[in-house]
């Protein structure tokens, strides 16, 4: 069977930016931002973004379009017998992630459904704590899950671009709207201050260090195969580094702006003191209470641009979490798309329905398959790419020479990004136990 395409690399770019773009750089960025003390967490995070993101992202798309393969394949052609087990880690990486994100995205729809029917509620702390766990956000979870899995059902093209062609101008704009007019509030400059000035007594903080490498990672969909595999549905000619450029270029643009809007709102407020340490829940709790500051009507239609915003960036990264599984068995397996998107967004769903039972199990996702997982994956993916990978077949005749394999950021990838990924790691482990 012929290999699906994208139809067009400007389809390709929204599809692999709305992977990007997701609950990871409004709902994680913020609260890590807040934990790991403004500015100085955002300098680190840029610097890994483009410093370690970057080539690593790279190397995902080379060996995905190179190989035309869904990552255990392409890790075996261009590996060898041991490798394809790095693509099973991307899977299994895939699918836990999927399992907890769906949760989230669904106490998104969750707050949109209940803004637009009865408004803000009176007490965002007692109702946050009302639709976290337990039955209700278990249905929320699986309704999200079911949009994933039609979108991925109609395919490359039909399903994936399309959502992305369409829903992720639409966020942009409305993050833009939302960035603005917290920009009219009284009080905004502190917020920003928080947010954009560095307190440089932080950067040699190695917790901080830690969070940044890790969000960088799970903000560009790093470490489990997504950009490999949406890199496998692209044409020959598409220039890569630029386009890793942009889109590493553009998931940074967003995280930037969607704090741009977060931050100011929270400190107008004065409810700061509030956002940082509680991490998971922090952002849906704060920012009601500023949505609730802002008046009934105006802060009802502020909340709903923002969740309907966030429910948007976690749908066009959920079916790049789904897709990354479903195209492994298609290929792996020999199984029909359909089949495969069944099987898979079924058994995620059900795996699932643990996070959405227990906050607590979901937190230990994060921390293991969001961030431990990812880094990892990311680590040996660089020393694949930079020492152990065969040229993908008639890689010569794709690249310009000097582009890809030859290239400077080649050299990125065989000693830097992998000596600072061990060290992230290291101090990731000490943290653990
Ligand atoms: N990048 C997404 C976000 O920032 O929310 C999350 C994600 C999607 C992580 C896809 C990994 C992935 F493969």
Redesign the pocket.
Known sequence: MQRERWSSRLGFFLAAVG???????MW?FSYLTAENGGGAFVLLYVLFVFLVGLPVLLAELAIGRGTRRSPVGALAELGGSAWPALGGLFVLS?FL?LAY?SVIAGWTLRYVFDLATSGLPADAGAYFDGIVDGGRAVGWHLGFMLLTVATVLGGVRRGIERLALVLMPALFVMLAGLAAYAATLDGAAEGYRFYLAPDFAQLGNADVLTAAASQAF????LG?G?MLTYGSYLSDDAPLPRQALSIAGADFGVALVAGLAVFPMIFAFGLSDQIGGSAVGALFVTLPRAFEEMGAVVGTAVGLLFFVALAI?ALT?AI??LE?VVATSMDALGWPRRGATLAAGGLIAAVGILPALSVDSLSLMDRLAGELF?VFGGLLLAVFAGWFARSPREAGEREAPGELWRGSWKWLLRLPVPLVLAYVLVRFAQNLF
Request: glycine residues 14%; charged residues 5%.
């Open positions: 992977s990007a773009v997701g609950l990871g750089n994680r895939g992630i994100y799970f903000s560009l969909s489990m997504a960036a990264s790049s979490l990354v990812l």
